[in-house]
């Protein structure tokens, strides 16, 4: 039904009246942390990033965002990409990418060609990132497709996910050439860049074997293509960190099958039982819906998903139940490069504020399931030559940093060590994992102590939907904070670190000049607040904070 001119404006004045409203009230909100109470390590999980899309990477805006990532923390970023594998003359489009790695002449003898998959890991390691190698997908020469089947799918935004499948995603004919393909590629990689430096990498083979649209081989035959792969990897390097499977979800029949395949199952490439493993790893997707004119998350779907795969491997065979664990895709929902009004979210603060939550949480699951989290893999990116704010699900749009990048940037000011952190509004877990965030917002911190004992604490302010509501007037006060006088505050909100609200104010120009990307460029950076004084209020440290709805806050004690 298309509603007529005068309904639309009067539901534009109500939501505009409705957000003034929202804008001059706030609720009062206490966080308490305590620098004597210490909880554990906590792991940068956050420093994994991905996207099906290898040869965006060497492009102009993709070599920008790589380099901002190895900024966060340098060396200690890792990057997975789909189609590192596939054949083709390395042109980017969506949902697809090659380097043409492998082909065979006419006598079916195999012809390696390094030169594209090195310019992509070349420009990794030159701004500090490092691969989570996928060993995927199959290249031409080594498909068992039908001669009927395209090798490369034609998919494009707003089409059927389904048709994302071709050629690539099929078994190999011959398992063997696909093992001395993958040894004579690791061997070349440890050559390239040295033992020392692929020994730090992550080695997992294909992706979301357990759907349709990556793999149209069995269970069994997955296990096999994994472990030729293995073997080859070992052959080259024996002290390689290999595993998987990086199932869709927390893997179903498929995970089952390979937690007792890898311990007790026979390597169909060694004859012997089981498949080195040192990493295990899964992924985990929320659900947005479109709802009443709005956008409404699925954290609670999302969490589900994550703390059903901590359970699985907790309950593994005792090898592996204190195996590393990576989330190799961790997100909002399934497809980066699909439309939809559902999925609305992405150029503004719901994503950052729903990041920051999401990850919050997920620390906390793992930390309940004893569980050993190694990654938390957002799989965002950018997309190159695309309309400026296109929707898509990505880091950056034409090399201006959105704000969900800025949250990250946070995260890399974490220090190594958990303290105590109390909010009287954070949200109780098992209820976000139930039932998501649909009535109280969830106003939550979590602290850190760092190597030189500085205290950092991000706080959040997230409510799943996307609608305008009061902000947190937060009293946060520190027990046990050493002589720390000041502190300094990085924001994320409408008004703080954020480029798409600038865009907008600008009249969101689809081209805007070399004036205009200026602009962007500066708002789109995350900067210190004042160095603001402490008080102290009965003993304790004591700082005033005010964070809208959707906001994100990074205190340090200085």
């Given at each position: 039904?298309?509603?007529?001119?005068?309904?639309?404006?009067?539901?534009?004045?109500?939501?505009?009246?409705?957000?003034?409203?929202?804008?001059t009230?706030?609720f009062?909100?206490?966080?308490?942390?305590?620098?004597?109470?210490?909880?554990?390590?906590?792991?940068?999980?956050?420093?994994?990033?991905?996207?099906?899309?290898?040869?965006?990477?060497?492009?102009?805006?993709?070599?920008?965002?790589?380099?901002?990532?190895?900024?966060?923390?340098?060396?200690?970023?890792?990057?997975?990409?789909?189609?590192?594998?596939?054949?083709?003359?390395?042109?980017?489009?969506?949902?697809?990418?090659?380097?043409?790695?492998?082909?065979?002449?006419?006598?079916?003898?195999?012809?390696?060609?390094?030169?594209?998959?090195?310019?992509?890991?070349?420009?990794?390691?030159?701004?500090?990132?490092?691969?989570?190698?996928?060993?995927?997908?199959?290249?031409?020469?080594?498909?068992?497709?039908?001669?009927?089947?395209?090798?490369?799918?034609?998919?494009?935004?707003?089409?059927?996910?389904?048709?994302?499948?071709?050629?690539?995603g099929?078994?190999?004919?011959?398992?063997?050439?696909?093992?001395?393909l993958?040894?004579?590629?690791?061997?070349?990689?440890?050559?390239?860049?040295?033992?020392?430096?692929?020994?730090t990498?992550?080695?997992?083979?294909?992706n979301?074997?357990?759907?349709?649209?990556?793999?149209k081989?069995?269970?069994?035959?997955?296990?096999?293509?994994?472990?030729?792969?293995?073997?080859?990897?070992?052959?080259?390097?024996?002290?390689?960190?290999?595993?998987?499977?990086?199932?869709?979800?927390?893997?179903?029949?498929?995970?089952?099958?390979?937690?007792?395949?890898?311990?007790?199952?026979?390597?169909?490439?060694?004859?012997?039982?089981?498949?080195?493993?040192?990493?295990?790893?899964?992924?985990?997707?929320?659900?947005?819906?479109?709802?009443?004119?709005?956008?409404?998350?699925?954290?609670?779907?999302?969490?589900?998903?994550?703390?059903?795969?901590?359970?699985?491997?907790?309950?593994?065979?005792?090898?592996?139940?204190?195996?590393p664990?990576?989330?190799?895709?961790?997100?909002?929902?399934?497809?980066?490069?699909?439309?939809?009004?559902?999925?609305?979210?992405?150029?503004?603060?719901?994503?950052?504020?729903?990041?920051?939550?999401?990850?919050?949480?997920?620390?906390?699951?793992?930390?309940?399931?004893?569980?050993?989290?190694?990654?938390?893999?957002?799989?965002?990116?950018?997309?190159?030559?695309?309309?400026?704010?296109?929707?898509?699900?990505?880091?950056?749009?034409?090399?201006?940093?959105?704000?969900?990048?800025?949250?990250f940037?946070?995260?890399?000011?974490?220090?190594?060590?958990?303290?105590?952190?109390?909010?009287?509004?954070?949200?109780?877990?098992?209820?976000?994992?139930?039932?998501?965030?649909?009535?109280?917002?969830?106003?939550?911190?979590?602290?850190?102590?760092?190597?030189?004992?500085?205290?950092?604490?991000?706080?959040?302010?997230?409510?799943?939907d996307?609608?305008?509501?009061?902000?947190?007037?937060?009293?946060?006060?520190?027990?046990?904070?050493?002589?720390?006088?000041?502190?300094?505050?990085?924001?994320?909100?409408?008004?703080?670190?954020?480029?798409?609200?600038?865009?907008?104010?600008m009249?969101?120009?689809?081209?805007?000049?070399?004036?205009?990307?200026?602009?962007?460029?500066?708002?789109?950076?995350?900067?210190?607040?004042?160095?603001?004084?402490l008080?102290?209020?009965?003993?304790?440290?004591?700082?005033?904070?005010r964070?809208?709805?959707?906001?994100?806050?990074?205190?340090?004690?200085?």
């Amino acid at each position: 039904m298309r509603l007529a001119r005068p309904a639309i404006a009067a539901l534009a004045a109500a939501f505009v009246a409705q957000a003034a409203t929202a804008a001059t009230t706030s609720f009062q909100v206490t966080i308490r942390v305590d620098a004597a109470r210490s909880e554990g390590a906590l792991p940068p999980a956050w420093r994994f990033f991905g996207a099906d899309e290898p040869n965006y990477a060497t492009m102009k805006d993709g070599r920008k965002l790589i380099g901002e990532l190895g900024s966060l923390r340098p060396n200690e970023v890792y990057f997975r990409t789909h189609n590192l594998l596939n054949t083709g003359d390395g042109t980017s489009a969506f949902k697809w990418g090659s380097t043409d790695i492998y082909k065979e002449d006419a006598d079916g003898k195999p012809i390696y060609d390094w030169t594209v998959v090195d310019r992509i890991i070349d420009t990794y390691r030159a701004n500090g990132v490092r691969p989570y190698l996928q060993l995927g997908f199959m290249p031409k020469a080594l498909s068992s497709a039908p001669a009927s089947v395209p090798y490369q799918h034609s998919w494009r935004p707003g089409y059927s996910y389904d048709l994302i499948s071709g050629g690539w995603g099929y078994p190999p004919k011959d398992y063997g050439k696909w093992r001395e393909l993958i040894y004579q590629w690791t061997l070349h990689n440890v050559q390239r860049y040295g033992r020392k430096e692929v020994e730090t990498w992550y080695f997992e083979v294909w992706n979301e074997a357990n759907g349709p649209a990556y793999w149209k081989g069995t269970h069994e035959e997955f296990y096999k293509l994994h472990d030729f792969a293995v073997d080859g990897v070992r052959r080259a390097l024996p002290t390689a960190r290999v595993g998987g499977p990086d199932s869709a979800g927390p893997g179903g029949a498929l995970m089952d099958g390979f937690l007792a395949h890898v311990v007790s199952g026979q390597n169909a490439a060694t004859g012997t039982v089981g498949t080195p493993t040192d990493f295990l790893s899964f992924h985990a997707k929320g659900q947005p819906l479109f709802v009443d004119g709005h956008v409404r998350m699925g954290i609670g779907r999302h969490l589900s998903q994550v703390d059903e795969g901590f359970a699985k491997i907790a309950a593994a065979a005792p090898s592996l139940r204190t195996k590393p664990i990576v989330i190799g895709e961790s997100d909002p929902e399934g497809c980066a490069a699909c439309p939809g009004p559902q999925n609305a979210y992405r150029n503004g603060t719901m994503y950052s504020s729903y990041t920051a939550a999401s990850m919050a949480r997920i620390w906390d699951l793992a930390r309940r399931r004893k569980v050993t989290l190694d990654g938390i893999l957002a799989w965002s990116f950018t997309f190159e030559d695309q309309p400026w704010f296109a929707g898509y699900r990505q880091l950056a749009t034409n090399g201006i940093d959105l704000p969900v990048l800025n949250v990250f940037r946070m995260m890399s000011k974490l220090g190594p060590e958990r303290i105590e952190a109390t909010s009287d509004h954070q949200l109780d877990l098992d209820a976000v994992v139930a039932k998501g965030v649909r009535a109280d917002p969830d106003v939550g911190a979590l602290a850190t102590r760092g190597p030189g004992g500085n205290i950092g604490v991000l706080v959040w302010h997230y409510h799943d939907d996307d609608l305008p509501g009061p902000d947190a007037a937060i009293q946060l006060s520190f027990a046990h904070s050493g002589k720390a006088s000041h502190a300094t505050v990085w924001n994320v909100d409408a008004d703080h670190a954020n480029a798409y609200a600038a865009w907008k104010a600008m009249g969101s120009p689809q081209s805007p000049n070399e004036h205009q990307v200026a602009e962007l460029e500066q708002a789109s950076k995350l900067t210190p607040g004042a160095h603001q004084p402490l008080k102290v209020v009965r003993g304790a440290a004591t700082l005033e904070l005010r964070v809208p709805r959707q906001g994100v806050a990074f205190v340090q004690l200085d």
